[in-house]
């Protein structure tokens, strides 16, 4: 089991780029999650999902689009790069919502110059 | 305001030296209390989930326990492979996927 992966593992874009970060999880987890791990903040959730088709709002949705086409794959977006998106991005996933510790990836580190 | 605040932001510890960790919290509608240790440049590995107040869970030197507002996590005769940071996560009510994370306790051990 390889867990929960994420690609790139790092990337640099300038200002007003594009560009879509993947997650895939092999553990048949129906809810997946995207967080920005910032210095000096908490983990934020970003998009999250409960399911096959289905995406939500997290508390810093604004800026980020995602898609659930797959059940082992969650996508970020971003359509516009800022430097305020500058951050280490983490995928989760977790079983269901009565086993719900989350299993995270290694990251993604992102820098918008 | 649903907040988690983790204290201290850094601990230094001889090796040998127990102590605990805090986290507090003010949720409503607390739904576990979460326990992550996270290694530089690697993503959070889960520890412990607490639901109830009086629950006590034990991995190898750790332990975590629960109040009605606050957690520990106590640390018995460190070693240097434990230094690491600790985060801390309460989940809100059924029906909300919102968890709300501390900014962590960085543990530092030295032998």
């Known amino acids: 089991n390889a867990g929960v992966t994420q690609t790139p593992k790092f990337r640099v874009l300038k200002t007003g780029q594009s560009m879509t970060l993947l997650c895939a999880q092999d553990?048949?987890?129906?809810?997946m999650y995207w967080y920005r791990q910032d210095p000096g903040m908490g983990l934020r959730l970003i998009h999250y999902s409960v399911g096959e088709g289905t995406t939500a709002k997290g508390e810093v949705p604004d800026g980020y689009n995602v898609s659930r086409l797959k059940k082992q794959n969650f996508l970020l977006g971003l359509e516009s790069a800022a430097p305020s998106q500058t951050s280490v991005y983490f995928c989760a996933s977790s079983y269901s919502d009565s086993y719900n510790e989350q299993f995270f990836g290694p990251g993604t580190r992102l820098t918008v110059l | 305001e649903d907040q988690v605040t983790q204290s201290p932001e850094a601990l230094r510890l001889q090796e040998g030296e127990s102590s605990s960790l805090n986290c507090s919290y003010t949720v409503s509608g607390l739904r576990g209390l979460f326990w992550y240790r996270q290694d530089p440049g690697k993503g959070p590995e889960f520890l412990f989930t607490l639901y109830s107040a009086g629950e006590e869970k034990e991995k190898e030197r750790l332990k975590a326990t629960l109040t009605k507002k606050e957690s520990f996590l106590h640390i018995t005769a460190p070693k240097p492979e434990d230094s690491a940071t600790y985060l801390c996560a309460a989940r809100r009510v059924p029906g909300t996927y919102k968890y709300i994370f501390g900014t962590g306790t960085r543990l530092k051990v030295l032998a």
């Open positions: 553990m048949n987890h129906e809810y």
